[in-house]
């Protein structure tokens, strides 16, 4: 249902407080081998939340494997090979630059991609507002 990728411990708790069936993600490797996963089940995770920088410390500049980048191709990838397409990304990276580009990208691809920073009032909204849909 939901796919949550973020390195810090303290977020995905938190996430997970919130959303219990969410499935929590702390690497790039991951969060795309179960993409590929729900993919080759036939589904697509309808949300997608994606960090930026997965290294622990500070920004990953420049852009690494382990960066919310990486994902984001493999989404792009996913829907022009595949055609599925998640209903919404939320970008909840604090790197505003690096999530920018990263929402820049999939809506080349036209992927529904919002910022939110991670537990900015918007954050949850966002989430909300698509299961509630
Ligand atoms: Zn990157």
Redesign the pocket.
């Given at each position: 249902m939901i796919l949550f990728l973020d390195d810090q411990a303290a977020r995905r708790a938190r996430f997970l407080r919130e959303y219990p069936m969410a499935t929590r993600a702390s690497t790039a490797a991951v969060a795309i081998h179960f993409l590929t996963q729900a993919c080759n089940n036939g589904g697509m995770q309808p949300i997608i939340c994606l960090d930026?920088d997965l290294g622990g410390t500070g920004d990953?500049e420049p852009?690494g494997a382990n960066?919310?980048?990486?994902v984001v191709e493999h989404i792009c990838h996913l829907v022009r090979c595949e055609f599925r397409a998640p209903r919404l990304v939320v970008l909840h990276s604090y790197n505003a630059p690096?999530a920018q580009?990263?929402q820049a990208r999939l809506h080349e691809a036209g992927v529904n991609a919002v910022l939110a920073p991670f537990n900015a009032t918007r954050f949850w909204a966002e989430i909300a507002e698509i299961l509630n849909a």
């Open positions: 930026h990953c852009c960066c919310g980048c990486a690096a580009r990263m």
